[in-house]
């Protein structure tokens, strides 16, 4: 199971409406609109899994 990383929803990778590549690891999407936002600015989104709890 992947994670979207614009809305954080859970995403099988088998049914992820889209996949980005993004220094070199691969992103799945929840729907279109995410991959279009992910890929507009990638960077807003990767944070490394460093949230507040
Ligand atoms: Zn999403």
Redesign the pocket.
Known sequence: MAI?P??E?EVEEKKARGTSIYQEKPFY???KA?KKKFDESPENYFKEEEKDA
């Open positions: 979207c614009v809305c929803m999407f929840c729907s995410c």
